[in-house]
């Protein structure tokens, strides 16, 4: 299977809480990342945890992290339209230097 | 902050010939990274570098060619574009956090 999956579609409704979920393989992951990315634009790094840490919050997002499982999920609170887009997430491995990214979740934010 | 600078922002070239993508880096960064994106497929890495005067292929590098002569340069060189290499291509560099160029849009005809 691939090394860090997503589903890769999530519907809400406007002020409601979003969670987007990752899955990785490899144990020895250092850094894991989400990004958003808009239509026609570049990625924005958003938030990122470390592997020593269960949950990190930066205003409205909200990492947490599962080592035992390799579950990632990114929170988003009070979802507003705004906050549709594309969301990546992104590991680093202890010895290794390439990120590897899921193929991203589409997320739709409806009125 | 300029951050990840790549250009050209969009180009078109015909099968055959070659060109240059850019990448500049003002972070001090060690890694930098190419990658190309095409619609639905996620992000797949081409080359990266772990610092000035090294280099190595990623998943993809057929058709491409990298140098990193100083930590702030990382340019990606197309020689003979062909319609496959038709894509968004994204630069980045890392040090904790990893950050991304705003992409160059090639369009192989």
């Known amino acids: 299977g691939e090394d860090v999956e997503q589903s890769l579609f999530l519907s809400v409704r406007e002020g409601d809480s979003s969670v987007i979920n990752c899955t990785y393989t490899?144990?020895?992951?250092?850094?894991l990342y989400w990004y958003k990315q808009e239509p026609g634009a570049g990625l924005q790094l958003l938030t990122y945890i470390f592997s020593n840490m269960d949950m990190k919050q930066d205003q409205r997002l909200t990492v947490l992290l599962n080592k035992k499982d390799k579950h990632l999920s990114l929170r988003i609170a009070d979802t507003q339209t705004g906050d549709s887009a594309i969301y990546f997430c992104?590991?680093?491995?202890?010895?290794?230097?390439?990120?590897?990214f899921g193929k991203g979740t589409m997320l739709l934010v409806s009125p | 902050n300029a951050g990840v600078t790549q250009t050209p922002k969009f180009r078109i070239l015909k099968i055959g010939q070659s060109m240059t993508l850019q990448c500049t880096q003002d972070m001090n960064h060690n890694y930098m990274y190419w990658y190309r994106q095409d619609p639905g497929m996620g992000l797949k890495l081409i080359y990266y570098s772990v610092g000035a005067g090294i280099t190595d292929k990623g998943e993809v590098p057929n058709g491409y060619n990298v140098s990193r002569s100083t930590t702030e340069d990382f340019p990606l060189r197309l020689e003979l574009a062909a319609p496959s290499q038709t894509s968004v291509y994204f630069c980045?560099?890392?040090?904790?956090?990893?950050?991304f160029g705003q992409g160059t849009r090639l369009t192989v005809v």
């Open positions: 490899d144990s020895s992951s250092t850094y």
């Open positions: 980045a560099s890392k040090g904790t956090e990893a950050f």
């Open positions: 992104a590991e680093t491995r202890s010895g290794y230097s390439t990120l590897t």
